[in-house]
């Protein structure tokens, strides 16, 4: 009888080098796991687990440093583009780079996100919108959909009351800073695929010192949009994709070509 | 007798402990070989197993992997050769 044999035969996948043994613990099916697993994915296929530093902001994913198997400092929330910036300015060696949620980096840190972005600043932003506040209970965020339920409008979201979501990567993207602004999802594997195509451009991207990357990531929250996991991903499907179409909002030349290098790889 | 998930090409081994049931790897798998099983983990969440009749059939695309939030399954190729009669 033949046993599994995993140390003898040929990987096809297995849970990153950059990622702790130590297990998520985020709800059943949140797109947060997915996306750490393909940052720690990018992170090991760059080989720079030994100068990423992963700063943390305020929500589901404050405590990070559990998960990632390499540097992270916690920011207060919405400031992690600036401690980011501090960072590279103090270390340019260093690779940071923000994973912010859609509460902290398109409410209370607006101004922070904003004003990297004009600058230009030299570091990497992971942005996980799920339309909600998660972490203290599904409150409405600026992203939550005209019409959406969350414990803030407990009749939908009218814009009467609560104005209108923010498209991040649209606005972000008409400034001249940034290198690199992306939309991805993770609602199925060929989308999972794209999203770590786009991860790992905007790290190559600080790598080769072109300015600042963005990319945000279509996430589900089951738990806030009171879904189950799979009907989550449907769900994200019908009401998020047409309100936030997936795309590449700004690629720099320079960006472009590197690009095409790792096609011709 | 050789198991039945090792009739085939490919495999999946899915981490009991990480696994959290939220069966979106069900969902994707191309050969609708994984299921939820009728046991829990210890943190009592119902898992994703293989179907042992089906397994044979794993591609080893990694689909059920790349969709996992919990980085709980692993995917491998066997690397020795099978000869017919074995199979
Ligand atoms: C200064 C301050 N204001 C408010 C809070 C409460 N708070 C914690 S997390 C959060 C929102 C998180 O939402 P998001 O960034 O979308 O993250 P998610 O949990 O959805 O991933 C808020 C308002 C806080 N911790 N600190
Ligand atoms: S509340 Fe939502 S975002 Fe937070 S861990 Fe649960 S599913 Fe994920
Ligand atoms: S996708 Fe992962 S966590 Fe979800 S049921 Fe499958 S193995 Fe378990
Ligand atoms: S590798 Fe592909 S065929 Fe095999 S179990 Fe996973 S999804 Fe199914
Ligand atoms: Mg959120």
Redesign the pocket.
């Known amino acids: 009888m033949t046993l599994d044999t995993p140390e003898l035969d040929t990987v096809l996948y297995h849970k990153p080098e950059a990622l702790e043994d130590y297990p998520f613990h985020f709800c059943?099916?949140c797109g947060h796991g997915i996306v750490f697993r393909l940052i720690a994915e990018v992170i090991d296929e760059l080989k720079i687990k030994e100068r990423a530093v992963c700063v943390a902001s305020i929500g589901c994913t404050v405590t990070s440093y559990h998960y990632f198997n390499f540097d992270g400092l916690e920011s207060a929330h919405g400031r992690a583009p600036a401690v980011a910036t501090a960072i590279k300015r103090c270390r340019p060696n260093l690779v940071p780079f923000t994973y912010q949620g859609d509460g902290d980096l398109a409410a209370i840190g607006t101004a922070e996100i904003v004003h990297a972005c004009a600058r230009g600043e030299n570091i990497t932003t992971i942005f996980a919108n799920n339309a909600i506040y998660g972490m203290t209970g599904g409150q409405m965020a600026p992203t939550t959909l005209l019409g959406m339920y969350s414990t803030s409008t407990p009749g939908g979201r009218q814009p009467s009351r609560a104005g209108y979501p923010i498209r991040v990567c649209e606005m972000l993207s008409t400034l001249d800073g940034p290198a690199y602004v992306a939309r991805v999802s993770v609602h199925n594997p060929a989308a999972v695929r794209k999203a770590k195509q786009a991860i790992k451009l905007a790290f190559r991207a600080q790598l080769a010192n072109l300015g600042m990357s963005l990319v945000e990531v279509l996430s589900p929250c089951p738990t806030n949009w009171r879904v189950e996991?799979v009907k989550a991903m449907d769900w994200l499907v019908e009401h998020l994709l047409p309100q936030y179409p997936l795309g590449e909002y700004k690629v720099i030349p320079a960006v472009a070509d590197l690009k095409k290098e790792s096609r011709r790889a | 007798m050789e198991a039945p998930q090792h009739s085939g090409s490919s495999y999946i081994v899915?981490d009991a402990e990480?696994?959290?049931?939220?069966?979106?790897?069900?969902s994707v798998c191309p050969k609708g070989i994984?299921a939820p099983a009728s046991y829990t983990n210890q943190k009592g969440y119902i898992?994703?197993e293989v179907i042992a009749a089906k397994a044979q059939e794993c591609t080893g695309c990694t689909a059920?992997a790349l969709?996992?939030?919990?980085a709980?399954?692993s995917v491998y190729r066997h690397s020795r050769v099978l000869s017919p009669a074995a199979r």
């Open positions: 059943p099916g996991p | 899915i990480r696994c959290k049931g939220c069966h979106l790897c069900v994984i898992l994703a059920c969709i996992c939030p919990d709980a399954i």
